[in-house]
């Protein structure tokens, strides 16, 4: 069984906002733009400057994101409405688990990069100035930010966010909004995988950044076979299907991500009280 993209798509942060391509299994070697040609003046009969923008490249390496989910027959037979919800989320569970470690993760090998080390900026104790900054960061790198993306704890920061007159700073109508779809001109999206708690930091409630900067790719569509007769491994547990009236679902997703820079994301923080 296969399914298409979207789900995964509608899911994924990353995959909604980054450049998406078809991505080869051996991979691909990607052209980024690292300058423009400058244009100059010239004097009349003066000869006109030749300038070539520069060109680097990157490779783009997929990696294979997969779970397995066993069920009971009974389970399937009695519950047949909630394994079918169960079954139907399971291309989301593989979108959020692709974002938090494209956000927050190590990368599963060489030729995906990940947004963990990329500049932190504490948006609780000033939010408007933290964001502006945030903002004026990508700037200076040479992009321009066009995508938030926040966890659900970044919510009361930003309805809590009000100007001099004790008026919210992010929302126009306290009574009909109640969370963030825009801020600074630049589309905000709303995904739990955003959120990363911190042990001897702050908690990461956000990622803002230039998606152009930034490719995704599939190598097929999701996967999904189904078995009754395997044996599987669940953590110590070895798991007989047929021996136990079992079955499993399992789904996988080969899938790649690169940006041209990290230095066009930043990590969007509260305060640290540590």
């Known amino acids: 069984i296969t ?4 789900p995964i798509i509608r899911t ?10 078809q991505l080869p299994g051996l991979g691909v070697t990607i052209p980024v733009i690292t300058g423009d040609p400058e244009a100059g003046w010239v004097g009349e009969t003066e000869k006109k400057p030749v300038k070539r923008g520069t060109l680097s490249t990157k490779l783009m390496q997929p990696y294979t994101l997969a779970v397995i989910v066993p069920f009971s ?5 009695d519950k047949s409405t909630l394994y079918d ?16 470690t494209v956000f927050h993760g190590a990368a599963p090998g060489t030729g995906f990069d990940v947004l963990a080390d990329c500049t932190a900026v504490d948006i609780q104790k000033a939010a408007y100035d933290g964001l502006v900054t945030a903002k004026s960061n990508i700037a200076i790198a040479g992009g321009e930010a066009n995508g938030f993306v926040f966890a659900p704890q970044a919510e009361p920061v930003l309805l809590g966010a009000k100007d001099q007159n004790g008026r919210p700073i992010f929302i126009d109508n306290a009574a009909t909004q109640g969370s963030v779809s825009a801020i ?3 589309n905000a999206i709303k995904r739990q995988a955003a959120y990363k708690k911190g ?7 956000g990622i803002v950044g230039d998606w152009n900067q930034a490719v995704t790719g599939m190598v097929n569509d999701v996967n999904v076979e189904i078995s009754t ?3 599987i491994n669940d953590g110590s547990n070895q798991i007989n ?12 997703l080969e899938v790649g991500f690169v940006v041209t820079s990290t230095d066009y994301f930043n990590r969007l923080t509260d305060t640290y009280s540590g």
């Open 3 to 6: 399914i298409g993209p979207e």
């Open 12 to 21: 994924s942060a990353v995959m909604s906002l980054a450049r998406q391509i």
């Open 73 to 77: 027959n009974q389970f399937k037979r």
């Open 85 to 100: 919800a169960i079954v139907g989320r399971i291309p989301s569970a593989l979108g959020k688990a692709y974002d938090k």
């Open 184 to 186: 600074l001109g630049v």
């Open 199 to 205: 042990s001897s930091a702050a908690n990461v409630i």
């Open 229 to 231: 007769e395997a044996t």
């Open 241 to 252: 299907l047929w021996q136990r009236g079992m079955f499993a679902v399992r789904a996988e």
